[in-house]
Each structure stands twice: as structure tokens, then as C-alpha cells.
């Protein structure tokens, strides 16, 4: 089996967090050491493709009473039904676990993803607390990305500030 690293950190904000039937429940993220470039670790929002494994701590006050989570990795047919019926969009069942706090898939294609969680209740009648739906990209490079465009936006800058400048002598030339 490869090595396995977690999302790192302990605090990042509500990124590594699922509420669902009141209580926020920490979600970590794992991959194969081999996609991720020697151990990097991936927020649970961007894995690259491969395995992927999503876990949820075990240590909460509702997980603690022997309930567990109904878990299902869901992918959408067709990038037509994303675009123009998504609310019914993710049908396709990937992998799916009952009575686990952990789901694993081999993500063999870039794409948008969802994940299912129903939490296990005795009521009669469970409420739509009890269910969450969040969606998640495989495969895009997403921190390359952003930097890329930060570069951009800093490049385009640069090239305003000059004709600005070079307006301005032009300008100055001008008046003299």
C-alpha cells in the first residue's frame, strides 16, 4: 500500500469542516504519495486524480455515540447536465459506504464531484439536517492556477503603470 499524507494543518477555517445534524465534523483528505509530488497534501476541495480517501474524525459527540455516516461519491453523467440541470446533475454513484466514517475512489479523470453524507438517525421522521451535499474538483491544479493569474493581473499592472508613465512624459515633452 503507498504512503498516505492528510490534509495539513490544523486550522484551516471552515475549508476542513462538515456541519450536518448540528454538529461540524472535521474532514481530512488523503492521497498516494506518487500524485501529489512527495508528500504534499491537497485541501479536501482540490485532490488530484488517483486514490483519494476522505476521512471524518471519529472524536465528535455525535460519532461517539455509535452512530455513524452514509457516505456516497457521486459523479455527473454529462457536463451538459452540470451546466443546464444541476440539481439533478450528480446520479452517477461512484463509491458508497454505510456505517463508516471513511470513502475512498480511484479518480481516474479530472472533474467535478460530489459527496453525499447522511447521517444515521433514529427519528421517525429525520430532518434535512441530517443530510449535506458539497461538491469537489479532481485534477485541476488550482494553487498553480490562481498563481498564474496573479502573475497575469501583476503583469497587465506593470504594463498600465508604464503607458501611464509614458504617457505622462510624453506629455511633459510636449509642454516644454
Partial sequence: MPKLFAHAGVDHGDNCFVHIAGVKLRLGGFQSESKISGGKHFCHLFPATGDVIFTFDPHSDMLQ??????LKLLSAESNWDI???FDNAFKQTLSETNNA????????????????????????????????????LVGFPVIKILVFIA??????????????????????????
Avoid at 455515540?65 to 452514509?70: G, T, V
Avoid at 475512498?104 to 441530517?130: C, R, V, W
Avoid at 501583476?154 to 512624459?169: R, S
Fill in 83 to 85: 451546466l443546464f440541470d
Fill in 65 to 70: 455515540s455509535n452512530k455513524k455516516l452514509n
Fill in 101 to 136: 466514517l471513511t470513502i475512498a475512489h480511484n479518480f481516474s479523470k479530472m472533474g467535478l464531484y460530489a459527496m453525499h453524507i447522511t447521517y444515521q438517525s433514529d427519528e421517525l421522521e429525520p430532518s434535512m439536517n441530517n443530510k449535506q451535499t458539497f461538491l469537489f
Fill in 151 to 176: 502573475f497575469g493581473f501583476l503583469l497587465l499592472l506593470g504594463f498600465v503603470l508604464l503607458k501611464q508613465l509614458q504617457a505622462g512624459i510624453t506629455e511633459k515633452n510636449k509642454d516644454h
